[in-house]
């Protein structure tokens, strides 16, 4: 079957739009020509958009959408298709992060973490699969990350519920092969984002309490993952161009990492004999956590 990519004012609607990646993928396809439904669950936090739109001279459409409700998202995709006369991509970016020890997490903190990452990805597909089906071309992208094939601790949720849309979108992109739409995934390592790192961090309820057991090696753990993503050297565009990408190449690769370090971690666990990987990589954080800090003995 030929694949037909996108182009120039095909309609995208791309999930959490607000800030941090989605804003950034969102701006970065209406420059390319895409006419952008930048989604959000709450449209008056529309204003970092905005300005970003008016920075470049470009315009998106900004709609309220909730993942995980599902009236909120048929209404969106609706709105979509009505103003557009159909929809051509998909990129499901909607996610929140929560971080902390596993016994630390309460049940209800790691619901919602699937109910957005998960089942929110889910029910926005789900809105727009007739559409594509019935037009015999469009492209799905899931914004996944690194962590669904590398975990990290303090982040068993997370990572969970990304490697649980990975299994998703690959059976998904066996299905609608039949039917002419693509599903790529994009899976960024550590990208310098404040989406995260900031006001949304994500920090689960017990372990901010010091008298959980956790507590002393999940603070530890937070520094030295906020001085790696100080460091890190990918922006929210290099996710944007591999979105970019995905929507608009002859044929798409099913994944699509971001950022050297994981291609090559990735890589390295790929062809190190038997567990030599999780070893290695086991000692080296133990070393981190253990290590003393500036000034302590």
């Given at each position: 079957?030929?694949?037909?990519?996108?182009?120039?004012?095909?309609?995208?609607?791309?999930?959490?739009?607000?800030?941090?990646?989605?804003?950034?993928?969102?701006?970065?396809?209406?420059?390319?020509?895409?006419?952008?439904?930048?989604?959000?669950?709450?449209?008056?936090?529309?204003?970092?958009?905005?300005?970003?739109?008016?920075?470049?001279?470009?315009?998106?459409?900004?709609?309220?959408?909730?993942?995980?409700?599902?009236?909120?998202?048929?209404?969106?995709?609706?709105?979509?298709?009505?103003?557009?006369?159909?929809?051509?991509?998909?990129?499901?970016?909607?996610?929140?992060?929560?971080?902390?020890?596993?016994?630390?997490?309460?049940?209800?903190?790691?619901?919602?973490?699937?109910?957005?990452?998960?089942?929110?990805?889910?029910?926005?597909?789900?809105?727009?699969?007739?559409?594509?089906?019935?037009?015999?071309?469009?492209?799905?992208?899931?914004?996944?990350?690194?962590?669904?094939?590398?975990?990290?601790?303090?982040?068993?949720?997370?990572?969970?519920?990304?490697?649980?849309?990975?299994?998703?979108?690959?059976?998904?992109?066996?299905?609608?092969?039949?039917?002419?739409?693509?599903?790529?995934m994009v899976e960024p390592g550590l990208v310098?984002?404040?989406?995260?790192?900031?006001?949304?961090?994500?920090?689960?309820?017990?372990?901010s309490n010091p008298a959980s057991p956790y507590?002393?090696?999940?603070?530890?753990?937070?520094?030295?993952?906020?001085?790696?993503?100080?460091?890190?050297?990918?922006?929210?565009?290099?996710?944007?161009?591999?979105?970019?990408?995905?929507?608009?190449?002859?044929?798409?690769?099913?994944?699509?990492?971001?950022?050297?370090?994981?291609?090559?971690?990735?890589?390295?666990?790929?062809?190190?004999?038997?567990?030599?990987?999780?070893?290695?990589?086991?000692?080296?954080?133990?070393?981190?956590?253990?290590?003393?800090?500036?000034?302590?003995?």
């Amino acid at each position: 079957m030929t694949e037909r990519p996108g182009t120039g004012r095909d309609a995208v609607l791309v999930t959490g739009a607000s800030s941090g990646l989605g804003l950034e993928t969102a701006v970065h396809l209406a420059r390319h020509g895409f006419r952008v439904f930048a989604s959000m669950r709450d449209p008056s936090r529309r204003a970092a958009l905005d300005a970003e739109c008016a920075r470049h001279g470009v315009p998106v459409e900004v709609l309220a959408l909730d993942v995980t409700d599902s009236a909120s998202v048929h209404a969106a995709v609706s709105t979509v298709v009505a103003r557009a006369g159909g929809i051509f991509g998909l990129v499901n970016n909607a996610g929140v992060q929560l971080r902390g020890y596993f016994e630390d997490l309460g049940a209800d903190e790691i619901e919602r973490v699937f109910d957005t990452n998960v089942f929110g990805a889910m029910a926005a597909t789900r809105a727009v699969l007739p559409h594509l089906r019935a037009a015999g071309r469009g492209r799905i992208v899931m914004v996944a990350s690194m962590g669904a094939r590398m975990a990290a601790p303090a982040c068993s949720a997370y990572c969970a519920s990304k490697a649980a849309l990975e299994g998703f979108s690959e059976s998904l992109a066996l299905e609608m092969k039949l039917f002419g739409v693509d599903v790529a995934m994009v899976e960024p390592g550590l990208v310098n984002t404040e989406r995260f790192w900031a006001a949304n961090r994500g920090v689960a309820r017990g372990a901010s309490n010091p008298a959980s057991p956790y507590y002393r090696w999940f603070r530890r753990l937070e520094e030295l993952s906020d001085g790696q993503v100080d460091a890190a050297p990918n922006r929210p565009a290099d996710v944007a161009r591999a979105v970019h990408r995905a929507l608009t190449v002859r044929r798409p690769r099913l994944r699509y990492v971001v950022g050297r370090r994981a291609r090559l971690l990735i890589r390295l666990r790929a062809y190190l004999p038997g567990e030599s990987f999780e070893r290695i990589a086991t000692a080296a954080l133990l070393r981190r956590l253990t290590r003393p800090r500036a000034g302590e003995a």
